[in-house]
């Protein structure tokens, strides 16, 4: 038999984990959330990455931006988040809430998929 087990990023107190905005340097979240990465200084990938994101971001009308941090800056952020590798890209709700999370650059299509949960998870709450 195999089990296989999925462990989310969960907050101290078990819930789910949210980033401040000051933390990744905003004053305060946009309407849909944050597209948040780690990168690598000289780093392929990271620069490949952080242009797909901005292309993406582009397209939302402010409602989503990009923050691209340094790896070897904010590493409290990077533990709590697990962010072992560059590029790791998050994606942060409008309330911070961490939602997915890609240990490589995300392909458009997972992106597509992402913003469009947060499009609807913002009706939702709405």
């Given at each position: 038999?195999?089990?296989?087990?999925?462990?989310g990023r969960?907050?101290a107190?078990?819930?789910?984990?949210?980033?401040?905005?000051?933390?990744?340097?905003l004053?305060?979240?946009?309407?849909?959330?944050?597209?948040?990465?780690?990168?690598?200084?000289?780093?392929?990938?990271?620069r490949?990455?952080?242009n797909?994101?901005?292309?993406?971001?582009?397209?939302?009308d402010?409602?989503?931006?990009?923050v691209?941090l340094?790896?070897?800056?904010?590493t409290?952020?990077?533990?709590?988040?697990?962010?072992?590798?560059?590029?790791?890209v998050?994606?942060?709700?409008?309330d911070?809430?961490?939602?997915?999370?890609?240990?490589?650059?995300?392909?458009p299509?997972?992106?597509?998929?992402?913003?469009s949960?947060?499009?609807?998870?913002?009706?939702?709450?709405?």
């Amino acid at each position: 038999m195999l089990i296989a087990a999925v462990r989310g990023r969960h907050g101290a107190n078990g819930g789910a984990l949210r980033v401040r905005p000051k933390e990744i340097g905003l004053d305060s979240y946009p309407e849909l959330g944050v597209l948040l990465q780690f990168s690598a200084a000289g780093s392929r990938a990271s620069r490949e990455s952080l242009n797909r994101l901005a292309r993406f971001g582009a397209h939302t009308d402010g409602r989503v931006v990009v923050v691209d941090l340094a790896v070897h800056r904010m590493t409290g952020l990077q533990a709590r988040l697990g962010a072992r590798h560059a590029p790791a890209v998050y994606l942060l709700a409008a309330d911070g809430t961490v939602t997915r999370h890609w240990a490589r650059p995300p392909e458009p299509p997972e992106l597509e998929n992402a913003l469009s949960e947060l499009a609807e998870r913002r009706a939702v709450l709405a």
